[in-house]
């Protein structure tokens, strides 16, 4: 496509729900990231998968968070038992080579009550 | 490891004032620099890049940056601020060493430009 697709946009959920978030990134991009963006806080590393390398998943806060990206495309994260504090937002980027970049998508909101 | 500290959570200026976002890194090696911008409402976009080559960078908007290595720095800066300009803004540095695939981004600095 011609930019990197996120859904939902917005998304709330009850604590203890299971949650999946979308990104569908430019096509030929060989580097998938995920982000977290807290209210006033700057960006914090969640995954990246770098074309068929085994996903570097050092920034996962812990271990109700998953992410997978099915055939070097779309990438699903996936937050189990959600709690209040995994509200924010989430940003998925891609890259064709790290000389150029990211390509952020709009991001999923997604608000835990 | 990399760290990346952007001096001011917030910025304010005059319209037509000089912009000056101040961003310094840590690393090893000198990484791959990056400023994102990010209006309201909106997911971040590229501003600018250092990855060789020469020091000062040009990005859209009028906007450069300068590789500093003495003072690992590579702050961002723009003439003359325009309202428009009012945004946050993350310096970002990602590890040479490692590809430069993975990107470690500052707490970001939030730009106000006044009337």
């Known amino acids: 496509g011609a930019g990197v697709s996120q859904s939902p946009s917005n998304k709330v959920t009850e604590k203890g729900k299971d949650v999946e978030l979308r990104c569908d990134p430019i096509?030929?991009?060989?580097?998938l990231y995920w982000y977290r963006q807290s209210l006033g806080q700057g960006l914090e590393f969640l995954i990246y998968?770098?074309?068929?390398?085994?996903?570097?998943k050092s920034g996962l806060p812990s271990d109700r968070f998953s992410a997978e990206r099915t055939g070097g495309s779309v990438s699903t994260l996936t937050i189990q038992r959600t709690q209040q504090e995994d509200s924010a937002v989430y940003l998925c980027a891609s890259s064709l080579d790290s000389h150029y970049g990211y390509t952020f998508g709009s991001g999923t909101r997604l608000t835990v009550v | 490891a990399q760290s990346v500290t952007q001096l001011g959570s917030h910025v304010s200026v005059s319209e037509g004032a000089l912009v000056l976002l101040r961003c310094n890194y840590s690393s090893s090696v000198p990484p791959y620099l990056f400023w994102y911008v990010q209006y309201p409402n909106q997911g971040l976009q590229l501003l600018l890049k250092?990855?060789?080559?020469?020091?000062l960078v040009k990005g859209i908007n009028g906007f450069e940056a300068e590789f500093k290595k003495s003072e690992t720095s590579f702050h961002l800066t723009k003439p003359s601020a325009h309202m428009s300009d009012a945004a946050e803004y993350f310096c970002a540095v990602s590890d040479r060493d490692t590809g430069g695939f993975k990107t470690i981004f500052g707490a970001g600095t939030r730009l106000f430009v006044k009337a």
């Open positions: 998968f770098q074309g068929n390398s085994a996903p570097d």
């Open positions: 096509s030929g991009h060989t580097a």
């Open positions: 250092y990855t060789t080559g020469a020091t």
